[in-house]
């Protein structure tokens, strides 16, 4: 499965954005989709993630209670709703998908482009 990351734009502190990743191919039951962000001189880290069949979902502390990952199987995509958005938040955010329910960067593969997401202060 090809995955492209979209959505991504310039917006101020506390807005909202709603980032998504269309998926050209199968989303199979057992995949996990994950949400990445790589912030300018840092590593990759993860930020949501949410097991396709079931939708249990998972978060970064430092986005919980802002950001909700959800799905539209209709679509083969999954979207990643930003609320409350801070400058910490600018970063190119990436999706991958996942056969481990889990955090870890290295589990994950097919890996899109990201999109840029730049909060102003």
């Known amino acids: 499965v090809q995955l492209q990351a979209s959505g991504g734009g310039v917006v101020q502190a506390g807005d909202s954005l709603r980032l998504s990743c269309a998926a050209s191919g199968r989303i199979y039951s057992s995949y996990i989709m994950g949400w990445f962000r790589r912030a300018p001189g840092k590593d990759r880290e993860f930020v949501a993630a949410m097991r396709w069949s079931n939708t249990r979902t998972m978060y970064a502390d430092s986005v919980r209670g802002r950001f909700t990952v959800s799905k539209d199987s209709a679509k083969n995509t999954v979207y990643l709703q930003m609320n409350s958005v801070k400058p910490e938040d600018t970063a190119v955010y990436y999706c991958?998908?996942?056969?481990?329910?889990?955090?870890?960067?290295?589990?994950?593969?097919?890996w899109g482009q990201g999109t840029q997401v730049t909060v102003s202060s």
């Open positions: 991958a998908a996942s056969i481990q329910f889990t955090m870890q960067t290295s589990e994950y593969f097919n």
